[in-house]
């Protein structure tokens, strides 16, 4: 991992965590979550089909996230990859923590990029099968559209679309993160489904 990325990747995400951790003065809407979230089946690598971005990931191509267990704790390992602005570009990588904050439903986690913040993860949206997933939060100011399969057909991603909608999204802010495998290169294809622990072992 070059140490360039990592600063551009750091320094990236601190913007975006003081971003995500500003509340303002009006009420939060009600967003609710999925009633429950098996953590052990969430685990492992999830494509990022679409999203409402942050700052540090508006040009995102080929990203994926991928989440770890931290031993028995309510850690949760997380690697987030992606090219910066292109198939061919370098990757930018971040590793923040994530806590499942309500263990009851397994769907609220917090986010931290910084100690001690933690940015607010709602599991708004996830199939029975657990191979879609929408991340959303009550703000309705950024979002993850995810799935496990590297590409999806453009009638499953406008339904995801619709689904992040009904949300209380705007659809026009919504950008349809470019995917095109294989990508021998990146991370994700060479961790055997494990990115998130992968990464650190290589550091």
């Excluded at 360039?4 to 990747?9: E, M």
């Excluded at 439903?105 to 917090?110: I, K, L, M, V």
């Excluded at 100011?141 to 689904?163: C, K, N």
């Amino acid at each position: 991992m070059r140490q360039s990325a990592i600063l551009t990747a750091l320094s990236g995400s601190f913007l975006a965590t003081m971003s995500l951790l500003g509340t303002g003065c009006a009420p939060l809407k009600p967003l609710a979550t999925v009633p429950h979230v098996d953590v052990d089946r969430f685990m492992g690598d999830w494509y990022v089909q679409g999203h409402v971005p942050t700052g540090s990931e508006d040009d995102a191509y080929n990203a994926v996230e991928s989440y770890a267990r931290d031993g028995d704790s309510n850690k949760i390992l997380t690697t987030y990859v992606f090219r910066e602005g292109a198939f061919d570009a370098d990757f930018e990588t971040m590793e923040p923590t994530g806590f499942v904050e309500n263990e009851e439903t397994g769907a609220t986690w917090g986010m931290r990029f910084i100690w001690p913040f933690r940015a607010e993860y709602l599991i708004a949206y996830l199939d029975d099968a657990y191979t879609e997933t929408i991340v959303a939060r009550r703000k309705r100011d950024y979002a993850w559209i995810m799935t496990r399969e590297a590409q999806i057909s453009d009638e499953r991603f406008d339904e995801l679309v619709g689904r992040l909608t009904g949300m209380g999204y705007d659809p026009m802010k919504v950008r349809r993160v470019p995917q095109r495998w294989p990508d021998a290169e990146h991370p994700v294809s060479k961790a055997g489904g494990d990115m998130a622990r992968w990464t650190r072992e290589q550091e």
